[in-house]
């Protein structure tokens, strides 16, 4: 029977979980690596309620800072635990490795001659937009409310870097025309226009979940006799 080690170990082989943010949980974070997997899920976030499965793989980890208490039932982390059900988060390993989340998000928005920088965050070229022409694109792709802010030129250049990827703007200034990413404060905002590159915000979820279901399928290749499922949690509300 297939086990939790076998999927991991195949998780290590696409993306090392040693390459993860010296910061992250990536890894197993619920149950035993000895437990024969059945039925598993691949998500973003794990829900608090989940079916009868024997694993989940999450890009989120289900536990990211060192905890004292489990008390809360809405807590995921506590639900897992009660139906003893194992987790695995797949998080900035995937992030940054070949195909994964950048590689993905980089592809869906058509950029050409693509880069990887040792950051993890993707260059590429695009045939010559406005600000304000480029973020509609991206609002389209995404079908997300993106917020943007126009740099000083048009774009021809465009890095990205999925969810929230503002702490590596300094690093994509003067290489890049515009930084496509998932989170962006006000003053990331006023910083890319004071470096001249136009910034645009597209959802933390939005530019990280497209990345979710062509794991599941490589998944579903590598172990047949598992039975597979997928879950969208969904994301913010707008109005």
Known sequence: MTTVRDIYDFLDQLAPFASQAEWDN????????????????????????LSEIDLVISHHP???????????????AVNLLRRDIAAIAFHTNYDHCPGGVNDILATRLGLKDIEALPNGVRIGAIEPASPENYAKVVSCEFNAVARYRAG?????????????GCSLLSEVTGKADAFVTGDASHHDFLEAAQNGVSLIAAG???TEVIAMPPLLERLRAAFPAVAWEYFDGGCEQTI
């Open 26 to 49: 990536s890894g197993l974070i619920l149950g035993s690596f000895m437990r024969g997997v059945r039925s598993a899920a691949v998500c973003l976030d794990i829900p608090v309620e």
């Open 62 to 76: 289900v536990i990211f800072q060192a905890r004292k208490s489990f008390t809360n039932p809405l807590d995921p």
């Open 152 to 164: 000083a030129k048009m774009i021809e250049k465009v890095a990205v870097c999925g969810g929230s």
């Open 204 to 206: 933390h979820y939005r």
